[in-house]
């Protein structure tokens, strides 16, 4: 039987047909402007693609300005400053100026003058706008001194740190958690507003931990005495634990060097005085940190650093032989 073709679909591939053609002349007749309107919204893409580079870059100059704004070499710190800070140096006392008066021993006017240089350091913090702010009611200096129990009885993990990443975390966190964040903050403050005198002040506190006994022994203690003992703890916290050196490489690239600076002294003079219960390698820190201090121009007394250290490094090449 004879059936008529299906008209409809015929219909549908002709309006199909007529669409395309349109359209074909359309691009045609409108090529120009289709050309301008593709090519512009390509500008756009293009536009806001550099504009995202343009900022990136912007980040890393500004990034790059930072490190070298800390990596540029420290002015000295003016005389006047330092007196500010620390007090005039005492002279010593005269000797024997009466015929039976006790000769005072150099030792006596050397932890003299420590005590002034602590006692003016202290008195310097507590009239600063920013120490007052802590309401601390008997000064910076006690106040610290106080806390120190707290830092010695609960010292960082510093050995089979890694068995556990609770003790890392604990470690990275250790004098948050230790000290509370008051107090963290305050110390914060005190590198913040005033930095530059950092090295000063390092090597004041080292002066305490290293002359404290003999201060002591001459009848002269100390206001503030830090003991070898537990800063030996903190010493190989700060140079062979994770949690210890992720600490420091969130500070600033100068608080980092010189912390691992006198955690070596610190480690140092427990090796002489056989305190190195952990047994750590003095030779592996030792090394790495002479090669960041020799890269480094942002510390004022950066040759005297080097010296000391390079002596530490013959010292330890001649007991043990060279880092393996």
């Known amino acids: 039987m004879y059936t008529e073709p299906d008209r409809s679909i015929n219909y549908v591939l002709v309006a199909i047909i007529i669409i395309l053609l349109g359209c074909a002349i359309f691009f045609y007749v409108e090529r120009d402007r289709v050309g301008q309107w593709l090519s512009k919204d390509r500008i756009e893409q293009e536009k806001s693609a550099l504009e995202e580079r343009i900022a990136t870059l912007e980040d890393e ?13 420290p002015q000295a710190v003016p005389e006047a400053r330092k007196e500010e800070v620390f007090g005039k140096k005492q002279e010593p006392v005269s000797r024997g100026e009466e015929e039976n008066s006790p000769a005072t021993s150099s030792t006596e006017d050397e932890c003299r003058d420590l005590n002034n240089r602590l006692d ?5 913090l507590n009239g600063r706008e920013y120490v007052s702010a802590y309401g601390l009611k008997e000064g910076v200096c006690r106040h610290f001194q106080d806390l120190l129990p707290r830092l010695m009885k609960r010292p960082p993990v510093v050995v089979r740190e890694t068995d556990d990443l609770l003790r890392v975390l604990h470690n990275n966190a250790h004098f948050f958690r230790v000290l509370g964040k008051k107090n963290t903050l305050l110390l914060r403050d005190i590198l913040r507003y005033d930095g530059d005198m950092m090295e000063s002040v390092f090597a004041l506190l080292y002066r305490t931990l290293t ?18 003992r537990g800063s030996y703890d903190y010493a190989v916290y700060f140079l062979n634990t994770l949690g210890g050196r992720s600490y420091l490489m969130r500070r600033d690239s100068r608080v980092r060097m010189l912390t691992q600076y006198y955690s070596i002294l610190i480690l ?3 090796n002489d ?11 592996y820190p030792l090394n790495a940190l002479i090669s960041d201090i020799r890269g480094a121009a942002n510390l004022e007394k950066r040759t005297e650093y080097l010296h000391t250290l390079n002596v530490l490094q013959k010292k330890y090449r001649k007991r043990y032989g060279a880092a393996g």
């Open 61 to 73: 100059v500004s990034s790059l300005k930072k490190e070298a704004a800390l990596q540029a070499p």
């Open 268 to 270: 140092d003079r427990a």
């Open 120 to 124: 003016h350091f202290c008195n310097y």
């Open 273 to 283: 005085a056989h305190l190195n219960r952990w047994g750590m390698d003095i030779r």
């Open 211 to 228: 002359e404290g006994v003999s201060c002591r022994k001459a009848g002269a203690g100390l206001s503030v005495s830090l003991p070898l």
